[in-house]
């Protein structure tokens, strides 16, 4: 967990003089989603309090409400550890994507849309291609779904859909082969984008549902060989 540390002391910054748990889960959270923290990863409480000073209490509090996010899993006389989903967890992530993203498409007004955060998603996924940067690819995958939710202009989905989105990384990060899952995605990202902006969001829907489907098939092969039903592969 060293490499993962020393990272993690560099937002202490980040803490200024609000070191408050929300703050903390914060930047939990999105070192949970870059992968520092792997899933099946224990969370030492005196080495991550120490790396970002904070107290035990807080800590413990940051942890308690990424765990009611379901990024953590408390194990009784063993610790916290970053969660293993199963792949029940997984379909439902996807059931819930389909619901709201769909939906939010479907809800679109008359064009023209903002489409410029869509826009630079798929740029960024495009550039992280090129390089050979295939997590990173995934990242701006990630961008580009939650840039569509955005969408709706509505802050309570917003924020559902950051936490399905944070559980979803769990998924990517156990995939042996990133360059295969996100690939194929780019240019359907593409597509979406270019049905939105001729205003046909019918299209855009039709697209999207599809491409969901596919995509749940696509990374429940993946994750059912890499750790099984019930994620017991990774505990």
Not at 168 to 196: G, K, M, S, T, W
Request: aromatic fraction near 6%; charged fraction near 30%; hydrophobic fraction near 40%.
């Amino acid at each position: 967990m060293a490499e993962q540390l020393t990272g993690l002391a560099d937002d202490r910054a980040l803490l200024g003089r609000t070191s408050t748990a929300e703050r903390v889960s914060d930047i939990l959270r999105t070192r949970i989603a870059e992968g520092y923290f792997p899933p099946g990863t224990r969370l030492s409480e005196d080495s991550i309090g120490g790396a970002l000073g904070v107290s035990r209490n807080t800590l413990r509090e940051a942890f308690r409400l990424l765990t009611h996010e379901r990024l953590l899993v408390h194990e009784l006389n063993r610790g916290v550890f970053v969660r293993v989903l199963t792949v029940e967890d997984v379909e439902d992530i996807y059931r819930t994507r389909s619901l709201v993203e769909c939906a939010v498409v479907r809800g679109l007004g008359e064009a023209p849309y903002g489409l410029e955060d869509l826009e630079e998603a798929v740029g960024d996924g495009q550039r992280a291609a090129r390089e050979g940067d295939w997590n990173g690819v995934g990242t701006a995958n990630i961008h580009f779904h939650r840039e569509l939710v955005a969408l709706a202009g509505s802050d309570r989905t917003d924020e559902l859909m950051r936490s399905v989105f944070a559980e979803l990384r769990l998924a990517f990060h156990v995939v042996d082969d990133p360059r295969r899952l996100h690939e194929p995605y780019l240019v359907r990202n593409q597509e979406i984008l270019q049905a939105l902006q001729g205003g046909d969001r019918d299209k855009a829907e039709r697209l999207l549902a599809v491409y969901l489907d596919d995509s749940l098939r696509r990374v429940v092969e993946v994750y059912r060989r890499r750790v099984g039903e019930d994620g017991a592969g990774l505990g």
